[in-house]
C-alpha cells in the first residue's frame, strides 16, 4: 500500500504555520484528504504515493478564505449601480423579492463558486437567503463554507416569517451536523433590521451550538446615526450591551468606529471582516484596519457580494487592503505583506473557528491548497513571496486547488462544476432579471 496518495513535489511552498516557514523545492504528501507530511523534496521524495506530481515552477499556499461574502447575489451582478448604501439596499431587494427562490440561489452559488475556485479561494464566509442552498452546492462542488440561518425582522423573499426563524435555525443545525464541508454560523443581518430581542435570540441560538456569530455592524456613517437614534449607542456598543459580543463574533465591515468601539473589540476579542472593495464602490468609507491590528484585532478580508464589489477576487481585495491603510496615513510601513497574507489564510481561518483544520501548509490539516503558477513574466524575479502574493498575483495565475484533498480545479479546469450548464442557465435567468429591473425602474 501506497504512503500517500498524493504526493506534490517542487513548488515553493509558503506554508503560514507557526513559524511561516518558505521552503524552496518543497513537497507536500497528502492522504485522506489531510496534510500527511510537508518538506523538500529530498525529504520526501522517498514517499511512496498513488500519484505523484511535479509541481517545479509552481507556489503552493494554503487556500484563501473569503472574509464575507454573498454568493447568491452573483446573480445580480452591476444591477444596481452609483448610489449609496441604504438606497442601493432598497433596490437590490425589489429584484432578490422577484426572483430569490432556493433554485435560483442554488444557481447563483454554482456560479459564484466557479469564480471563487478559479481564482484560489477554498473557502467562504457567506450570507444569503436559503443558505441550505449554498450549503447544499457547496457540498456538491467540494468547497468548504461557513453559512447558516439568517434572521431579519421581516418576512424575506424565503417566505420565512420573523417568529419561526429561530425554530428553523435549529433544524438547520440539526441538518447539516456531521458534514466535514460545512460549518454552521448563526447571521443576523444588522442591528436596525434585526430587534434586540430577535439578535438576543440568535446568539443564544449561536451559544446552543458552540457557533460563531456574524452580522454587518458599523458599514456606513448613516448606519451609526440610526443606531444611535434608536438605541442610545454604536452598533459595536449596542451589540456589546446586549452581550452579542460575548462568544464567537466576526464583524463585517466595521468602517466607522468611536474609540469605545475600539475598547469594546479589543476586550471581547471579536474579529473584523475586511471589505475594501465594497465599502469604496460604495461611499461608505476606509475601515481603520491599520489600527485595528495595532490594537489586536483579528482582520479577515473578504470580497463582500458581487452586487457591490462586482467580483469575487481575493487578490484584488487583498491588494486593497494592503494599499489603502498606508495610502489613507501615509505611510508605506503599515500592514506588512505578510501580515495581509495572514488574513486571509492562518488568521483568517482561526476567527472563523477553523484554526485547528485549514489557514496552514502543516500536518493534519485539511488539504486545502492551492498551486500558483510563477513561470510567467510579470512574476519572474520572485524575491519575496509575500510581496508578490499581495501585490503582483492574480486570480488567473492559480493552476490547480484542492480541497479536502481533493482536485476541484486542475491544470484549470473545474472537475466538481458543469461550468457550461451553469453559465448557459445563468444567461437564461439574466434575461428576466434585467426585463423585470426596467420594469420596476422604467428604464
Request: net charge negative; charged share 25%; glycine share 8%.
Amino acid at each position: 500500500m501506497a504512503d500517500a496518495e498524493l504526493l506534490i513535489l517542487g513548488p515553493t511552498i509558503v506554508s503560514m504555520d507557526r513559524e511561516e516557514r518558505i521552503i524552496e523545492d518543497g513537497a507536500i504528501a497528502i492522504t485522506g484528504g489531510a496534510i500527511a507530511a510537508v518538506g523538500s523534496r529530498s525529504e520526501l521524495s522517498a514517499v511512496d504515493a498513488a500519484e505523484t506530481v511535479d509541481a517545479s515552477g509552481q507556489l503552493l499556499m494554503p487556500g484563501l478564505v473569503n472574509g464575507h461574502v454573498h454568493m447568491g447575489d452573483s446573480l445580480f451582478r452591476s444591477l444596481v449601480e452609483d448610489l449609496p448604501l441604504e438606497p442601493w439596499l432598497e433596490r437590490l431587494w425589489m429584484s432578490e423579492r422577484a426572483f430569490v427562490t432556493h433554485d435560483n440561489v442554488r444557481l447563483g452559488v454554482q456560479l459564484a463558486l466557479a469564480e471563487m475556485i478559479r481564482s484560489g479561494t477554498t473557502c467562504g464566509l457567506d450570507m444569503f437567503w436559503f443558505p441550505e442552498a449554498a450549503a447544499e452546492a457547496s457540498v456538491d462542488a467540494g468547497f468548504r463554507v461557513v453559512t447558516g440561518p439568517i434572521f431579519f425582522d421581516f418576512e424575506g423573499p424565503d417566505g420565512i416569517d420573523n417568529p419561526d426563524r429561530l425554530a428553523v435555525g435549529e433544524a438547520w443545525f440539526e441538518r447539516f451536523a456531521g458534514e466535514p464541508l460545512v460549518t454552521a454560523c448563526v447571521e443576523p443581518h444588522n442591528a436596525l433590521t434585526v430587534s434586540p430581542e430577535m439578535m438576543t435570540a440568535a446568539r443564544a441560538l449561536a451559544d446552543r451550538h458552540d457557533a460563531l456569530f456574524h452580522t454587518h455592524c458599523s458599514e456606513t456613517a448613516t448606519e451609526v446615526d440610526s443606531t444611535r437614534d434608536r438605541f442610545g449607542h454604536t452598533p459595536v456598543a449596542h451589540l456589546d450591551e446586549l452581550g452579542i459580543l460575548d462568544g464567537p463574533t466576526v464583524l463585517a465591515h466595521c468602517v466607522h468606529l468611536t474609540d469605545d468601539d475600539f475598547a469594546r473589540l479589543v476586550r471581547t476579542g471579536t474579529g473584523v471582516l475586511h471589505n475594501p472593495l465594497s465599502n469604496l464602490k460604495l461611499g461608505s468609507g476606509i475601515a481603520p484596519v491599520a489600527r485595528m491590528l495595532e490594537d489586536g484585532i483579528p482582520v479577515l478580508v473578504g470580497t463582500d457580494g458581487p452586487v457591490s464589489s462586482n467580483d469575487l477576487d481575493m487578490w484584488t481585495a487583498m491588494r486593497f487592503a494592503g494599499l489603502l491603510q498606508r495610502g489613507a496615513r501615509q505611510d508605506p510601513t503599515l500592514t506588512p505583506a505578510v501580515e495581509i497574507v495572514r488574513m486571509v489564510t492562518s488568521v483568517g481561518a482561526k476567527a472563523l473557528g477553523l484554526g485547528d483544520r485549514i489557514g496552514s501548509v502543516e500536518p493534519g490539516k485539511r488539504a486545502d491548497v492551492i498551486l500558483v503558477d510563477l513561470d510567467r513574466p510579470h512574476l519572474l524575479p520572485m524575491y519575496d513571496p509575500y510581496a508578490h502574493l499581495v501585490y503582483t498575483i492574480g486570480r488567473d495565475d492559480v493552476r490547480s486547488v484542492l480541497i479536502d484533498g481533493r482536485w476541484v480545479m486542475r491544470d484549470r479546469m473545474l472537475t466538481t462544476l458543469d461550468e457550461p450548464k451553469v453559465l448557459s442557465a445563468v444567461r437564461d435567468l439574466s434575461l428576466k432579471i434585467e426585463a423585470h429591473a426596467e420594469e420596476i425602474t422604467g428604464s
